[in-house]
């Protein structure tokens, strides 16, 4: 149903969608930034599974963010942002 709407919530929808998608693309550049070794030193999962998460991620929101797997994609990259992010590549004290 949320697919077919029109005017002002459909717009509202493809906004959101954008944002999404911009969102776990932001991801998918900061996941792919720090050094491979950072994230094993943190403890962290690979690098490149940082990196895929978000390209999935990004993917899914394109194709139907407000979905069930969009859900779970948007807690991957929320994850990736609050405790990744700032693990390896965050300011240093």
Not at 25 to 44: D, T
Not at 53 to 59: E, G, N
Not at 67 to 89: E, N, S
């Amino acid at each position: 149903m949320i697919d077919t709407l029109t005017g002002t919530w459909g717009t509202v929808q493809l906004i959101i969608q954008g944002a999404l998608v911009v969102w776990a693309l932001v991801g998918l550049v900061l996941a792919a930034l720090p050094p491979a070794s950072a994230y094993s030193v943190e403890g962290k999962w690979p690098k490149p599974a940082w990196i895929a998460i978000c390209a999935v991620a990004a993917l899914l929101f394109a194709i139907r963010p407000l979905g069930f797997l969009g859900i779970i994609a948007m807690v991957a990259v929320g994850v990736f942002f609050a405790d990744v992010r700032p693990a390896v590549g965050g300011r240093r004290r």
